[in-house]
């Protein structure tokens, strides 16, 4: 059965023979292999060039910002699910990606829409207060979550958004969007009633839509990077395992509320 317009598959990414390899037009081994970085091979094959100097640097540093977040849910299911199949590495990473949504990693892609939508209403404005109050009025009225602002723990900015945002600012980047980013943090205590500062979900849009980093690919960043400390973690769980210590933590602590037979008493 036929669906959409195309009936031959068609790619720009890769193709070979026997004797070369071709990955978005150049030879693989003789001018990739060795000669650029990982996170500039990645733009590459996002986007189909390879990235200035200013595109290099900030791409790398948002996946530096946010490989590594300690013991968070996603980190956990990936490391008990290493522990219940040490046979499948793979598993495991998968457990951990799949945790990939609106709270967790899937932030940042969130929050490049909220702001392309600031820049959209602000209408060649670069005085961006008026269109970030029309927006996060508008997310507040629907109840709708302000992706990129706020933090359990970072009360303050985030300490993660100054690193970005300095970044972009040495290499040069197209600081618009960082722009954008502080007028909603500026419009949002009015409101919504408190302060919601910039979290690194907000910085990675802002400084990554900069350099022209397409935004559906956006949640493709901390994807990518948190790959990366998913494996640092399986690595750790290889050679001392938590993953079972971190089940019974579970276990020890959740309160049963159901219903039980009589004369039932839960076990200590």
């Known amino acids: 059965m036929k669906i959409g317009k195309e009936t031959t598959p068609r790619t720009a990414i890769c193709t070979s023979n026997p004797d070369t390899i071709v990955v978005r037009g150049k030879n693989l081994t003789e001018e ?20 200035d100097a200013t595109q290099s640097a900030v791409l790398n540093a948002t996946l ?17 699910t290493y522990a219940a199949a040490p046979d499948a590495l793979q598993g495991a990473v998968a457990a ?22 600031i820049r959209d209403r602000a209408a060649g404005n670069t005085d961006y207060t008026e269109a970030a109050r029309q927006v996060v009025g508008e997310y507040r009225q629907a109840r709708r979550p302000l992706p990129g602002y706020g933090h359990p723990l970072h009360k303050k900015r985030d300490p993660r958004v100054s690193a ?26 009015d409101i919504v009633g408190k302060h919601l500062m910039l979290n690194v979900s907000a910085a990675i849009p802002a400084v990554l839509l ?4 397409p935004l559906v690919g956006l949640k493709g960043v901390p994807i990518l990077a948190r790959t990366a400390g998913l494996i640092g973690h399986l690595v750790e769980e290889a050679e001392k395992p938590i993953g079972f210590a971190l089940s019974y933590q579970a276990t020890r602590e959740v309160v049963y509320e159901g219903e039980a037979p009589p004369g039932f008493v839960p076990s200590e």
């Open 96 to 117: 951990g990606i799949l945790g990939c949504g609106s709270v967790i990693l899937g932030a940042s892609e969130s929050c490049g829409y909220f702001l392309e939508e």
């Open 64 to 80: 530096v910002a946010i490989a590594e977040h300690g013991l968070v849910p996603s980190v956990q299911a990936s490391r008990m």
């Open 210 to 213: 900069g350099i022209g980093f």
């Open 164 to 189: 970005l945002f300095n970044v972009a600012a040495q290499a040069g980047a197209d600081t618009t969007y960082i722009a954008i980013a502080e007028a909603a943090e500026k419009v949002i205590p």
């Open 32 to 51: 990739l292999v060795g000669r650029v970085s990982f996170g500039d091979y990645f733009h590459l094959l996002v986007t189909g060039k390879m990235p």
